[in-house]
Every structure is written in structure tokens, then in C-alpha cells.
């Protein structure tokens, strides 16, 4: 049965279930870090260790869904199974998160913290490794891949900022009881709720919407009889192509970068900047319009001068336009804070940063599914969800890291607990900036260094696909 090319609305449905995961990954870091320590009173670096202890566990779950995943038995072949497993368990966890039982101990809440952030984790690989794996399934051509990451990108990008933005604009806002509105506690447990049922129906609408392409996806290998020492021979082979372990290196960087980069941003929103929540909500939805452009952009530039050229010069002029506004806030060059200025140029820098960021993520994960047929040609097996779920393990693990340094960072520089923004020494915010910038340039240049090691080009995926062709 011949493969139908995916057509508009397959992508849409396709994309459509990161909203999901872009929700988890939003709260997780714009709101779990400030709501946990500020809100409830838990120490930063309890935080922190929580944060990286669930994103651990869990990524170590994630080679599994992945082995899983590949060799699945069921009607309903490899994938769609779990993405429909994993719908309530998803939306159950994620609004217990944020409604803790009252009067626990720090002890106590430490580890109903860490524990639901576990089952969580745990829950969204079961959707996002398997779905994440039908991109080579769904398509082998090289610039179609790209479109179809574009729109997973979008919605997960999306989705999860137009929740970020309901939760201040609808459940953050200021009350007589609490003037800080990302200090009330009863608005985050109403958040927890709403996004809970989002992320349900994201997952089952997405689904459901590419259940008909079942038939003509890649069949699993024949079953065989479970054996641990095969099972860790084959995962070793896989995971040992030459163009993972590039890209394998990237993102152990970029992800430490921006687990960092995502802790600390309403950090710096509300202290640094010293926004109110309906800026912090205004300047989010320039993120909306970064994601479109970056839908567009990211197949663009990658047709043009290939994946990885595009990856490295896009990654570049994002490190270049990200930390800018900060660097020239300490040299005295940015608008002072509540000045009429402020939000304006806040706004274009956030606007082209973060539109170069999503470009270059959604190529480089274009990157990874042309490894599936180059791995392929030397094991003879198709491992899309080993592949997938490896970059989701170093991800998450090195993320952790990097939200776990994020509050060393807080503690190392004095930061208080229980600030309210204008009431924090200045030296204290300056030493925010001044620590901060230069970690973030130099993970993500090495980042840059692994990416250009990356040796599958247009003509070898093609070659690729040509011998494998041969051999069938």
C-alpha cells in the first residue's frame, strides 16, 4: 500500500497534540519554580533538586517508551496506542501538581513535589516519544520532514504561551489580598484545572486526526523472545551513528542553556525588568508571532542552504539577539525600567530572538529523523523512537541541570527569598545579569561547535534512501 504524502491537514493534526506538551513544558517553566518557592514557601534549592530528581527519572523512561515504541505489537500498530494511554493519566497528574493539600511540611511537600512532577514526565513521553517517532514514518522526503517539525513546533510553542498568558491574564491577576498577581496561590491551583483539560483534548484530537495514516506506517520487526543482553546490544549499535552523536552533543549544551534560560525568566521579567503581569502577558504575545514566522522560515532557509548550515547561521544570530537586552541594560544602553521605552524594545529583541530560536530548534530536530534511514543502512533496523526518545532523555536530564543550576545561581548571588520586585538590592539584580549572560553564550556555543559535526547533507539522505531502496 502506497504511502499518501501528508497533506495540510495532517500537519495541523499532527502539530496540534504538542500543545500538550507545550503547556507541561511552559508551566514547568515559567510558573513552577516561582509558585513552589515564592508562593508556597519551599527553599529555591529544594526546588531545583525536585525539578532535576523528576526530570532524571524521567528521562530514564524515555529509552524505554522509545524501545517500546519501536517494537509494539498491536492492531493499531507502534505509536497511537500510547498516545491514547497516555491522554488522562497526562491531564489527572498535571492538575494535582498544582493543588497541593494544605498545611504539609517542607518535607512533605518536597516529595508530593517531586513525586507528581515524576508522574507527570512520565505520562507526556508516553505521547510525545511515540508521536514525535511518526515524522519519518509519515514522510521520508527531506524538506517535507522540516515542515512537518515546523508545525509541532508552532503548536507546542503556541499552545503553551497562549496558557501562560490565560494564566495571568485570567488566573495571576492582581487581588485586594493580592496585590503580585503571580503570587496568588488559589490562581495557580485554577490554572492547574484549565490547562489539565487542554492538554487531555490536545493529545486525543491529535490522535485521532492521524489514526487513518495506521495502515501505512512501518510495520514493527517480527517479535522475538525478550533478551535484556540483545535488547542493550542493539540500543548500543543504534545509538552509536556517527550523526547522533553530533547532534547527541548539541543538545546536551543547548539543553543545559535553556533548561538555565527557562528558570530564570520570570526571574528576570519580574525583578530585572520589573514587569506587571499584563506586560509579562503583552510581551508573550510576541511569541506568537515568532512561531509563525519560524513555521515559515525554518523550511526556508533549510531548502536553501541545507539542515545544517541553516541550524548552525540561525543558532548564531540567535545567541547574538538573545542576551542583548540584558548586556546592554549593564552597560547602561536600555531603556531604565517603567520608562516608556522599556516594553517597546523588550519587545522587538524578544520578537526576533526567539523567532531564531525556533527556527533553529525545528531544524535541528528535522536533523534527527534523516538519521533513522542512515542508521538504518548499517543495523537493518528502524529505530525512530529509540532516536527521538534519546534526544528527549539528555534533554530533560541535562535540563534539569540546568534549572538546578538556575537556583544554585539564585543562591549564590543572595537572591532573597520572598522578594517583591523594586525591593531587591541592586547589586543583587545587576549580579543576575552579569552571571547569567555569559554561561548562556557559552553553552550554547558549544552547542554550535557539535552541530557543525553533523555529516548528513541533502545528497547522502537521498543516497540514503536510494540503497535502501535497493536492498528492499
Same mark, same amino acid.
Given at each position: 500500500?502506497?504511502? &499518501?504524502?501528508?497533506?495540510?491537514?495532517?500537519?495541523?493534526?499532527?502539530?496540534?497534540?504538542?500543545?500538550?506538551?507545550?503547556?507541561?513544558?511552559?508551566?514547568?517553566?515559567?510558573?513552577?519554580? =516561582?509558585?513552589?518557592?515564592?508562593? %508556597?514557601?519551599?527553599?529555591?534549592?529544594?526546588?531545583?533538586?525536585?525539578?532535576?530528581?523528576?526530570?532524571?527519572?524521567?528521562?530514564?523512561?524515555?529509552?524505554?517508551?522509545?524501545?517500546?515504541?519501536?517494537? =509494539?505489537?498491536?492492531?493499531?500498530?507502534? /505509536?497511537?496506542?500510547?498516545?491514547?494511554?497516555?491522554?488522562?493519566?497526562?491531564?489527572?497528574?498535571?492538575?494535582?501538581?498544582?493543588?497541593?493539600?494544605?498545611?504539609?511540611?517542607?518535607?512533605?511537600?518536597?516529595?508530593?513535589?517531586?513525586? %507528581?512532577?515524576?508522574?507527570?514526565?512520565?505520562?507526556?513521553?508516553?505521547?510525545?516519544?511515540?508521536?514525535?517517532?511518526?515524522?519519518?514514518?509519515?514522510?521520508?522526503?527531506?524538506?517535507?520532514?522540516?515542515?512537518?517539525?515546523?508545525?509541532?513546533?508552532?503548536?507546542?510553542?503556541?499552545?503553551?504561551?497562549?496558557?501562560?498568558?490565560?494564566?495571568?491574564?485570567?488566573?495571576?491577576?492582581?487581588?485586594?489580598?493580592?496585590?503580585?498577581?503571580?503570587?496568588?496561590?488559589?490562581?495557580?491551583?485554577?490554572?492547574?484545572?484549565?490547562?489539565?483539560?487542554?492538554?487531555?483534548?490536545?493529545?486525543?484530537?491529535?490522535?485521532?486526526?492521524?489514526?487513518?495514516?495506521?495502515?501505512?506506517?512501518?510495520? &514493527?520487526?517480527?517479535?522475538?523472545? $525478550?533478551?535484556?543482553?540483545?535488547?542493550?546490544?542493539?540500543?548500543?549499535?543504534?545509538?552509536?551513528? /556517527?550523526?547522533?552523536?553530533? %547532534?547527541?552533543?548539541?543538545?546536551?549544551?543547548?539543553?543545559?542553556?535553556?533548561?538555565?534560560?527557562?528558570?530564570?525568566?520570570?526571574?528576570?521579567?519580574? $525583578?530585572?525588568?520589573?514587569?506587571?503581569?499584563?506586560?509579562?502577558?503583552?510581551?508573550?504575545?510576541?511569541?506568537?508571532?515568532?512561531?509563525?514566522?519560524?513555521?515559515?522560515?525554518?523550511?526556508?532557509?533549510?531548502?536553501?542552504?541545507?539542515?545544517?548550515?541553516?541550524?548552525?547561521?540561525?543558532?548564531?544570530?540567535?545567541?547574538? %539577539?538573545?542576551?542583548?537586552?540584558?548586556?546592554?541594560?549593564?552597560?547602561?544602553?536600555?531603556?531604565?525600567?517603567?520608562?516608556?521605552?522599556?516594553?517597546?524594545?523588550?519587545?522587538?529583541?524578544?520578537?526576533?530572538?526567539?523567532?531564531?530560536?525556533?527556527?533553529?530548534?525545528?531544524?535541528?530536530?528535522?536533523?534527527?529523523?534523516?538519521?533513522?534511514?542512515?542508521?538504518?543502512?548499517?543495523?537493518?533496523? /528502524?529505530?525512530?523512537?529509540?532516536?527521538?526518545?534519546?534526544?528527549?532523555?539528555?534533554?530533560?536530564?541535562?535540563?534539569? $541541570?540546568?534549572?538546578?543550576?538556575?537556583?544554585?545561581?539564585?543562591?549564590?548571588?543572595?537572591?532573597?527569598?520572598?522578594?517583591?520586585?523594586?525591593?531587591?538590592?541592586?547589586?543583587?539584580?545587576?549580579?543576575?545579569?552579569?552571571?547569567?549572560?555569559?554561561?548562556?553564550?557559552?553553552?550554547?556555543?558549544?552547542?554550535?561547535?557539535?552541530?557543525? =559535526?553533523?555529516?548528513?547533507?541533502?545528497?547522502?539522505?537521498?543516497?540514503?534512501?536510494?540503497?535502501?531502496?535497493?536492498?528492499?
Amino acid at each position: 500500500m502506497s504511502r &499518501p504524502a501528508p497533506t495540510l491537514s495532517t500537519k495541523l493534526f499532527y502539530g496540534f497534540g504538542s500543545v500538550a506538551f507545550g503547556v507541561k513544558d511552559q508551566g514547568f517553566a515559567f510558573l513552577l519554580l =516561582l509558585y513552589y518557592n515564592q508562593v %508556597l514557601g519551599m527553599p529555591e534549592k529544594w526546588v531545583g533538586l525536585g525539578i532535576m530528581i523528576a526530570l532524571i527519572a524521567d528521562a530514564f523512561l524515555d529509552p524505554i517508551v522509545g524501545y517500546v515504541s519501536d517494537n =509494539l505489537h498491536t492492531r493499531w500498530g507502534r /505509536r497511537h496506542p500510547l498516545m491514547y494511554l497516555s491522554a488522562i493519566p497526562v491531564a489527572v497528574s498535571y492538575r494535582f501538581l498544582w493543588s497541593p493539600p494544605e498545611g504539609l511540611s517542607h518535607g512533605e511537600l518536597f516529595a508530593y513535589f517531586v513525586g %507528581l512532577s515524576i508522574l507527570i514526565r512520565g505520562f507526556i513521553s508516553l505521547y510525545e516519544v511515540p508521536s514525535s517517532s511518526l515524522v519519518p514514518e509519515l514522510t521520508t522526503h527531506y524538506d517535507e520532514r522540516t515542515s512537518l517539525l515546523g508545525f509541532r513546533f508552532f503548536f507546542g510553542w503556541c499552545g503553551g504561551l497562549a496558557m501562560a498568558i490565560v494564566a495571568f491574564q485570567v488566573f495571576l491577576q492582581p487581588t485586594a489580598d493580592h496585590p503580585v498577581g503571580v503570587l496568588n496561590a488559589d490562581g495557580y491551583r485554577q490554572y492547574g484545572l484549565a490547562a489539565a483539560v487542554v492538554m487531555a483534548c490536545a493529545i486525543l484530537i491529535s490522535a485521532i486526526g492521524t489514526h487513518s495514516y495506521i495502515p501505512h506506517l512501518r510495520k &514493527p520487526p517480527p517479535k522475538q523472545p $525478550f533478551d535484556l543482553r540483545r535488547t542493550f546490544r542493539e540500543l548500543g549499535e543504534t545509538l552509536a551513528n /556517527r550523526s547522533f552523536l553530533s %547532534l547527541f552533543g548539541a543538545m546536551i549544551f543547548s539543553s543545559m542553556a535553556g533548561g538555565l534560560m527557562a528558570a530564570l525568566n520570570i526571574y528576570f521579567n519580574t $525583578f530585572f525588568w520589573e514587569l506587571t503581569s499584563d506586560q509579562m502577558s503583552v510581551l508573550l504575545l510576541t511569541s506568537f508571532v515568532s512561531a509563525t514566522i519560524a513555521l515559515a522560515l525554518a523550511p526556508r532557509v533549510s531548502a536553501a542552504i541545507g539542515k545544517k548550515a541553516a541550524a548552525v547561521w540561525i543558532a548564531l544570530a540567535a545567541i547574538v %539577539l538573545g542576551p542583548a537586552p540584558v548586556v546592554l541594560r549593564l552597560l547602561g544602553w536600555f531603556p531604565e525600567n517603567h520608562s516608556a521605552g522599556l516594553m517597546p524594545a523588550l519587545l522587538v529583541t524578544n520578537l526576533f530572538a526567539l523567532t531564531l530560536t525556533i527556527a533553529s530548534s525545528i531544524v535541528s530536530s528535522s536533523m534527527i529523523a534523516d538519521i533513522v534511514e542512515d542508521s538504518e543502512l548499517t543495523t537493518g533496523r /528502524r529505530s525512530e523512537g529509540t532516536f527521538f526518545a534519546a534526544m528527549s532523555f539528555v534533554q530533560k536530564t541535562v535540563g534539569g $541541570f540546568g534549572i538546578f543550576t538556575s537556583t544554585v545561581l539564585l543562591g549564590v548571588i543572595g537572591f532573597p527569598q520572598g522578594a517583591k520586585p523594586g525591593e531587591v538590592s541592586p547589586d543583587v539584580v545587576r549580579s543576575l545579569g552579569v552571571v547569567y549572560t555569559p554561561m548562556i553564550v557559552a553553552l550554547y556555543l558549544v552547542s554550535i561547535a557539535f552541530l557543525a =559535526l553533523y555529516p548528513i547533507s541533502r545528497a547522502k539522505h537521498e543516497e540514503n534512501l536510494r540503497r535502501l531502496a535497493e536492498s528492499a
